[in-house]
């Protein structure tokens, strides 16, 4: 009866041991471990982009009153830390340059005189790309606001009563 319980003790265990090892609680069945590395980049390329508002500087304008200002604001999303300029072309009226913008009235013929600067309005107009008066700034990841500063010029007594407008692009180097 001791050999008996003996047996069947010694059965027990090893029936527990397997049991265990299995279950991954005690057994390795591995030989043995190694390790190696391998190398992880990235470059994250500069990229930006420019949008804006409308300029309105309303519908009560008086070409033969005084100045009318008016603004809007330009949104520069840069990659963080890139460096950028943005510039205003002339617009799209024939003969319009950056220093003499030009709305288009309705009929395509008449214009009125405007200008577009980045401290205040009147002052020093706003170059195209490759000017020296640009807007700049170094972009942080998220949007940075930029004010555009319209004014339409007293006197233009060539000026007609209707509806003008024009299109402006805007360009931003990075």
Do not use: H, K, R
């Given at each position: 009866m001791k050999r008996n319980l003996k047996q069947h003790a010694l059965k027990l265990a090893l029936i527990s041991a397997f049991a265990l090892g299995t279950a991954g609680f005690g057994v390795n069945s591995y030989a043995g471990q190694s390790t190696g590395t391998f190398g992880v980049s990235a470059t994250v390329a500069a990229s930006c982009t420019v949008s804006g508002t409308n300029l309105a500087f309303?519908?009560?304008?008086?070409?033969?009153?005084?100045?009318?200002?008016?603004?809007?604001?330009l949104t520069a999303t840069c990659t963080n830390g890139?460096?950028?300029?943005i510039g205003l072309n002339a617009g799209a009226a024939t003969a319009a340059t950056v220093t003499t913008r030009k709305m288009t009235h309705t009929n395509t013929i008449n214009t009125l005189n405007y200008?577009?600067?980045?401290?205040?309005?009147?002052?020093?107009?706003?170059?195209d790309i490759g000017g020296t008066t640009v807007a700049s700034g170094t972009g942080?990841?998220?949007?940075?606001?930029?004010?555009v500063f319209g004014r339409i010029p007293t006197g233009q007594t060539s000026a007609i009563?209707?509806?003008?407008?024009?299109?402006?692009?805007?360009?931003?180097?990075?």
């Open positions: 309303g519908t009560t304008v008086n070409a033969l009153g005084g100045n009318v200002d008016a603004t809007s604001a890139s460096a950028y300029t200008s577009l600067s980045t401290i205040a309005s009147g002052g020093t107009n706003w170059d942080n990841g998220a949007g940075q606001a930029i004010t009563a209707g509806a003008y407008s024009d299109t402006i692009t805007a360009t931003i180097n990075f």
